[in-house]
């Protein structure tokens, strides 16, 4: 994903443990990412990453 991204990997590893969250055009970038890899796995993170801000 980050290859996709065009971000490095340890920005993916610092999302996928929670160090930092991603936001603004990181979040369309992996929404769009996945879409290519696994339409439905960018609609739940969509889902979750909504669910988690409000």
């Known amino acids: 994903m980050a290859t996709i ?7 993916i590893h610092r999302w996928v443990n929670e160090v930092i969250d991603p936001a603004g055009n990181p979040i369309l970038a992996i929404r769009d990412a ?5 339409p439905e796995a ?12 409000t």
């Not at 996945?34 to 696994?38: A, G, P, S, V």
């Not at 960018?42 to 801000?53: G, N, Q, S, V």
């Open 34 to 38: 996945l879409e290519k890899i696994n």
């Open 42 to 53: 960018a609609e739940e993170f969509i889902r979750l990453y909504l669910d988690k801000t």
């Open 5 to 11: 991204i065009g971000i490095s990997h340890s920005n």
